[in-house]
């Protein structure tokens, strides 16, 4: 959960996630502890609101949590909800004013990395929208990047992303520029609860 100011209120959570929360928020990403899906619904609810969007770009996540976020945001001032595989309209349009809400496959709590193994509507989803959100249950955090090598052994997946923040680079004379390449703004919600057997 967050707080007023910001800070994380992590009260009864474990060891390793609270790390990896507090890494991920050293990394400019916007973060939440949830264990409910109304907890969730409601942090993805602020997130969108403050950030004000009006595209909410669904990639990655479980039938029922699509449903589920798809029911909390239709209707609500205009804004739209889809899945990245049936956006009609133009990329350049999906990137303003537009949250990406993604399902990651792993957090690392040594950096506070998200990891997406091989699932383009994921990829799509973390990167083409002006902001976007990590989904990602306790259970995924990883301590470094060693512990990944079983999971690439077992899932094989083609291709792994990795996000560290959000999009930023410099010129030449190090001045720092947010959102080129990617969102301008990142969240990451991690959830006491199974993500994908939501109904």
Known sequence: ??????????????????????RCKLNGLQVAYVRSIEA???VLTDWAS??????????GLSKGLSEKIRGEFTG???????EIGDAETEIG??????LGVFRANAGIKETGGLVIFDNWASN??????????????????????????????????GGI??????????????TPIIGVHGPVGCGCIVAGIELDEQV
Do not use: H, N
Request: net charge negative.
């Open 161 to 174: 992303v990795i996000i560290s923040g959000p999009s930023s680079t410099s010129d030449i004379e190090l």
């Open 124 to 157: 799509l989803a973390s990167l083409i929208p002006e902001y976007s959100v990590a989904l990602l249950e306790e259970g995924e955090i990883l301590q470094d990047y060693w512990m990944l090598t079983p999971v690439i052994r077992q899932t094989r997946p």
């Open 1 to 22: 959960m967050v707080g007023r100011e910001g800070e994380l209120v992590v009260a009864g959570v474990r060891p390793d996630v609270k790390e990896f929360l507090e």
């Open 76 to 82: 609500r001032s205009g804004c739209k909800v889809l």
């Open 50 to 59: 403050g950030w004000g969007v009006r595209w909410i770009i669904l990639g």
């Open 40 to 42: 969730l619904l409601s």
């Open 93 to 98: 349009e999906l990137r303003t004013s537009s």
